[in-house]
């Protein structure tokens, strides 16, 4: 756990590769989690072990500087607009027709 604008953010480290991954483009998924204001913030960098790894720091000393508005000074406190929803076709799975 580290401490941020959002509040206390988790941090999750998992190294491995699945069945049938390939080692160059996976093995390893670097997270933070945080809860504010009734929302969740998730930040995820996923790739080579050894990439993620190198980056790890840099990653976590990113996501530990994301504010929303209302954490900037000089800005209303109104929260943000609920994003529309997206629809991010999952390999292998079917999207229906509209």
């Known amino acids: 756990r580290v401490d941020s604008p959002l509040g206390e953010m988790t941090v ?3 190294k491995g590769l699945p069945s ?28 080579n072990a050894e990439l993620v790894g190198s980056q790890k720091e840099n990653f976590l000393k990113w996501a530990i500087q994301v ?10 406190a109104s929260p943000a607009p609920t994003p529309a929803p997206v629809n ?11």
């Not at 999952?90 to 229906?96: L, S």
């Open 12 to 14: 999750v480290d998992l």
């Open 67 to 76: 504010r929303t508005a209302a954490d900037k000074p000089g800005t209303s």
């Open 88 to 98: 991010v076709p999952v390999e292998g799975a079917a999207i229906p027709s509209k």
């Open 20 to 47: 049938g991954a390939d080692a160059a483009k996976d093995g390893r998924i670097v997270a933070a989690m945080v809860a504010k204001d009734g929302m969740m913030f998730f930040f995820k960098m996923r790739g």
